[in-house]
């Protein structure tokens, strides 16, 4: 655009003046970009043009008990229902025991594709002559992952097409989600295949498909237990049982089946400084590993309980890129009570699944509208400017509308301002 030419070698009151100067912001939202910046030195030091900090909400979801201990979870997100689904669907499991969570391995796959390998197996020969020397080169990339119990474990080959195939390469990355060791080590290795081994490299990088770093969490709830609006706890699991099974035969609902469980998962990654898009990729990726892309959770109905699974890729770490740098997550962190990235791992599992009964729980009781609308009436309320000492008032006669919208919420404020 005219007129911003290098904004990056601004400093970030030259960028709000130049904003104002070319007249794409008024002086007032200058003000306001101004009084929104809490941490320039964190924003301009970590992104390219850095003009201010984007908020969102952070609240706590209760109720958590996994594996025989209680957690409580910082959850980090814009949508008014998820904390409260969250803490409903945690308390149900809680009454009935808790979530029992189940890892196996915490490793992060790397890619290096190689183009023009018309001659695969003879390639695949000669990486497996070659396995201990490449992956000893990644290592040494990496030496202090090495040095901290970590580094490449495994390399395997997998054939995409005539010409093209992959070499796969696992890594134990410790305690970080391992983004940028992993890219060191890979480009290592790559560097090796090709002047030593004499292939094409294409390229090298990390996969989101994380396979073999897979997140196990389930519950098991009494039928007893369910019972709702004249409901029986009989009908209400049988639905749930019903509803999850429409996710694994239908992509259209395993979507939306699938948004819910994100819904929480998203909240807790980004509430520890995890990559909420590296996550989003592998779980859909996941989703997909039949051919069809299919619910992330499943329920069923057996003897007098509803019982509940959830399996994704977790890769999320504890320690590295944003984590060390933003305040926050070292505090969610502590909240969380966390003592490594396994544990994490299990914690975001659960939420996944209790966010997900939570929902299906309101959608085929309920139904999804009337728990959301309540919630919603808060931000419309604020949206229509209601100021907080006036919020209890305005939400008491929007509680009592058929329907509310942004128009039914400014008129009952202005309303309210009337009689007051
Ligand atoms: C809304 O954000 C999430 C739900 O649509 C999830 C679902 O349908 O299972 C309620």
Known sequence: MSGLRKFYRKTVQERWSTLYEKEILTEKQVEYLKDKTYAPEFGDSMIENYITDYTVPEGLSFHYLIDGREYLVPMVTEEPSVIAASSHGAGLVKKAGGFKTRIEQRLMIGQILLENCENYAEVCQRIEEKKAAILEVANKAHYSLVKRGG??????CRQLADDLMSIDMAVDVQEAMGANMLNTMLEAAA?????????????SILSNYATECLAVAECSLPLSLL?????TGEEIGRKIAQASRVAQLDPYRAATHNKGIMNGIDAVVMATGNDWRAIESGAHAFAARSGQYRGLSKWKVSADQLKGRIEL??????????????????????????????????????????????ALYALISEGIQRGHMRLQAKSLAIAAGAKPDELF????????????????????????????
């Open 151 to 156: 580094g490449a474990r495994w390399l395997r």
């Open 313 to 358: 890729p977790l890769p999320v770490g504890t320690v590295g890129g944003s984590i060390g740098i933003l305040p926050l997550v070292k505090i969610n962190q502590k909240i969380l009570g966390i003592r490594n990235a396994t544990e994490l791992e299990r914690v975001i599992a659960c939420v996944g699944l209790s966010q997900n009964l939570a």
């Open 191 to 203: 560097d090796y295949i090709h002047t030593k081994l004499d292939q094409n490299v294409l390229l």
């Open 227 to 231: 019972g709702k609006n004249g409901l």
């Open 393 to 420: 008032q305005v939400l008491n006669v929007m509680r009592k509308n058929e329907k509310n919208d942004l128009a039914t919420a400014k008129a009952v404020v202005a309303r309210i301002r009337r009689n007051r």
